[in-house]
């Protein structure tokens, strides 16, 4: 055996970064900070983002929103599905930073990985569907056609649950996009890593850039700039702790943003679609029926 074969190898270590507009850029600040797993151990430098990094993000968001949201549901539907797939083929990366992430054996982590991209198919399913839920026709008393459409709401705020990094993350991220919505994530603070790489599986799939914006570091101190930004129309407080989300709360109601406030969730049952209608406006149009035939008969 050679003397080459026998050193060994140097480490490489993964560099981390920022998803913001469709690429990835260093904090502006310059910053990161340690992240370790669940015994202490160090795992990677993640960035930690500023609050010109959060407006950057809205930027992002909203210069995707138009193409985001004026796509057809079913097309929708197909780039969501898209991303599982590519979630698939990254399977065995994501056990292993669950796995640092939550503390769990490989094979816990392994099944908390395929319920993820299970459930991305299942919100995936769901594009061209949601209307005929939450829409429909109305019955009314007059001559008219009285019909109900939801609309998404537009650039949403998502605090990432801090607990669940991976599951928990693509249940409340993936409703919003699913909708027609535009994201800016704030990974979970301490186990940010799954949401990194994801923006990566992101990036290498068919989401046009801005639709999701991926942002690490302290959750207060990039919440809190989303929370009153003026061209922020909603926030899900799923990772905030009570008194955070009271703080955010107060700041969103000054452009009158939807807030969806923290509440207990199992992330492993199957979601209702509480979380795609949260962040849907209903649309009602009047339009004259007119009349046929001499006998004054509606149609």
């Not at 560099?15 to 990161?32: A, D, I, Q």
């Not at 990094?165 to 409340?172: I, K, M, P, R, T």
């Not at 919440?223 to 955070?244: C, F, K, M, R």
């Amino acid at each position: 055996m050679s003397e080459k074969s026998e050193q060994q190898r140097l480490s490489v270590f993964k560099t981390y970064k920022l998803y913001v507009g469709g690429k990835f850029p260093r904090s502006e600040s310059g910053r990161v900070y340690e992240v370790s797993d669940s015994k202490g151990k160090w795992l990677a430098n993640a960035p930690l983002s500023s609050r010109k990094d959060a407006r950057d993000a809205v930027v992002a968001a909203r210069k995707a929103f138009g193409g985001w949201s004026g796509a057809t549901a079913y097309n929708r539907g197909q780039v969501l599905y898209r991303v599982a797939e590519m979630l698939e083929g990254r399977r065995d990366q994501f056990t292993r930073e669950v796995a640092d992430a939550e503390g769990l054996s490989k094979s816990k982590a392994a099944a908390v990985v395929d319920a993820t991209i299970d459930r991305w198919v299942w919100y995936a399913g769901w594009t061209d569907k949601i209307a005929q839920v939450v829409g429909g026709g109305n019955p009314v008393a007059g001559p008219f056609f009285n019909l109900s459409s939801p609309e998404p709401t537009g650039v949403v705020a998502v605090l990432a649950p801090q607990e669940s990094s991976f599951l928990g993350l693509v249940s409340v991220l993936a409703p919003v996009i699913a909708t027609g919505n535009t994201a800016i994530v704030v990974a979970s603070e301490n186990a940010p890593l799954p949401a990194l790489s994801l923006a990566e599986v992101l990036a290498t799939s068919d989401v046009p850039g801005g639709v999701v914006n991926v942002l690490s570091g302290r959750t207060a101190e990039i919440a809190t700039p989303l929370a009153s930004h003026q061209d922020v129309n909603a926030i899900d407080l799923a990772g905030a702790d009570e008194a955070l989300a009271k703080e955010l709360e107060i700041a969103a109601a000054d452009n009158l943003k939807r807030v969806l406030r923290p509440q207990p969730v199992d992330y492993a049952e199957t979601p209702g679609t509480d979380r795609l209608t949260a962040f849907l406006e209903t649309k009602t149009v009047w339009h004259p029926t007119g009349s046929l035939g001499a006998s004054g008969s509606s149609y």
